[in-house]
């Protein structure tokens, strides 16, 4: 199994520019999510999904569209690329949010990709 | 949001010392896990605490959560340069929230 793989693993864009990431699970997990790594701001929820189909926003949503078409894809879009969209942005999966017993369910996380906008 | 405080911020040893680092915050968690990131890659889960003063030991890292469910540590013995990464603590709220982190430096 793969896991979580992410495409690309580093893009650079100009300002205004578009692009979406790919991420992709083979673990079959209901869950999937996109996060943003800053320096000094540790990871930050922008969207997630709780199964094929659906989407809810996190922390931090404002600039990015997201969509679950397909259960193992969970895509994130840039429709118009900023300077502070540059960051390194991780995708995750898991089987469920919180397991019985009120633990969280483990997250697996994807290898990042590096954004770049000018 | 309820932040989660990670300290300190920046670890730098030598092979052999023992450290420990901590995660604070100032309401009650339902639980807490922790997560190693190496560089260019993504984290890795080592460990959820769910019960107040439960201790977790992963060879020569271990894991306490605090009698109050608001802290927890994590120690390691005998630090190797394998260890070198970033630690992160996360609770859950509704959706995992993360912690900054503290960076561990593990030199030969």
């Known amino acids: 199994n793969a896991g979580v793989t992410q495409t690309p693993k580093f893009r650079v864009l100009k300002t205004g520019q578009s692009m979406t990431l790919l991420c992709a699970q083979d673990m079959n997990h209901e869950y999937m999510y996109w996060y943003r790594q800053d320096p000094g701001m540790g990871l930050r929820l922008i969207h997630y999904s709780v199964g094929e189909g659906t989407t809810a926003k996190g922390e931090v949503p404002d600039g990015y569209n997201v969509s679950r078409l397909k259960k193992q894809n969970f895509l994130l879009g840039l429709e118009s690329a900023a300077p502070s969209q540059t960051s390194v942005y991780f995708c995750a999966s898991s089987w469920r949010g919180v397991r019985r017993g009120g633990s969280e369910e483990t997250q697996y996380f994807g290898p990042g990709t590096r954004l770049l906008v000018l | 949001t309820q932040l989660l405080e990670q300290s300190p911020q920046f670890l730098s040893i030598q092979e052999g010392e023992n450290l420990t680092v901590y995660c604070n915050s100032s309401?009650?968690?339902?639980?807490l896990q922790w997560y190693r990131q190496e560089p260019g890659e993504g984290p890795v889960l080592l460990v959820t605490v769910v019960t107040g003063g439960e201790v977790k030991k992963l060879k020569r890292l271990t894991f306490q959560f605090g009698d109050a469910r608001k802290d927890s540590s994590l120690h390691i013995t005998a630090a190797q340069p394998g260890d070198t990464g970033l630690y992160l603590c996360a609770r859950s709220q509704g959706n995992l929230i993360f912690g900054k982190g503290t960076k561990l430096s593990v030199k030969p």
């Open positions: 309401s009650v968690f339902s639980s």
